[in-house]
C-alpha cells in the first residue's frame, strides 16, 4: 500500500484526485497507476484502470489471475468491474469511498452479483494514511479556488 501511496502523491502533485494503484505478481510489482482523469481529460482513466492496461501489457494478457492490487480508495463501479472482468484475484483497498465506492460503500460489485470471477478483496490498508492525502487534497484545492 505504500507504493500505492506513492502514485497517490504523484496524481496529487498533478492536482489530480489523489489515487493511487499498484499490481503485484508473485511479490512484485508489476504496474503502478494514479488518477490521470483532469491531464488526460479522460473520465476512464482512474488509477485501477491505467494500472490494469500496464499490467495487461507486461503480461500479454487481459487475464491478470494471479495477480492482486493494491489501491488507496475504493474503487468505483467501472474499476470494480474492470477488475472482476481482468480477473484478479484479490484487492487491498485503503479507504472506503462513500460516494461512489462498489466493494462495499454504495454497493458491492464483489459479493452482490454472480459474475464469472470472484475477487477477494480487504478493507481498511492504511487507511489513515490513505483517508489523510484524500483530505489534504480538498483542504488544498479549495484554497486554490
Known amino acids: 500500500m505504500q507504493e500505492a501511496l506513492k502514485e497517490a502523491k504523484k496524481a496529487y502533485e498533478k492536482?489530480?484526485?489523489?489515487?493511487?494503484?499498484?499490481?503485484?505478481k508473485n511479490g512484485e510489482i508489476i504496474a503502478r497507476g494514479h488518477n490521470l482523469k483532469e491531464t488526460k481529460t479522460d473520465t476512464t482513466k482512474h488509477a485501477e484502470i491505467i494500472?490494469?492496461?500496464?499490467?495487461?501489457?507486461?503480461l500479454k494478457s487481459w487475464r491478470l489471475e494471479d495477480c492482486e492490487m493494491y489501491v488507496t480508495?475504493?474503487?468505483?463501479?467501472?474499476?470494480?468491474?474492470?477488475?472482476?472482468?481482468?480477473?484478479?484475484?484479490?484487492?487491498?483497498?485503503?479507504t472506503l469511498d462513500a460516494k461512489t465506492g462498489a466493494c462495499g460503500s454504495i454497493l458491492?460489485?464483489?459479493?452482490?452479483?454472480?459474475?464469472?470471477?470472484?475477487?477477494?478483496?480487504?478493507?481498511?490498508?492504511?487507511q489513515k494514511e490513505c483517508e489523510k492525502i484524500l483530505k489534504d487534497f480538498f483542504k488544498d484545492l479549495r484554497k486554490i479556488k
Open 73 to 94: 480508495l475504493e474503487p468505483c463501479t467501472m474499476c470494480a468491474g474492470a477488475i472482476i472482468n481482468a480477473r484478479i484475484k484479490k484487492v487491498y483497498i485503503g
Open 108 to 126: 458491492n460489485l464483489f459479493d452482490d452479483y454472480k459474475f464469472n470471477h470472484k475477487v477477494e478483496y480487504e478493507k481498511g490498508i492504511m
Open 15 to 24: 492536482l489530480e484526485v489523489p489515487v493511487g494503484a499498484v499490481i503485484v
Open 51 to 58: 494500472a490494469i492496461q500496464k499490467a495487461s501489457k507486461k
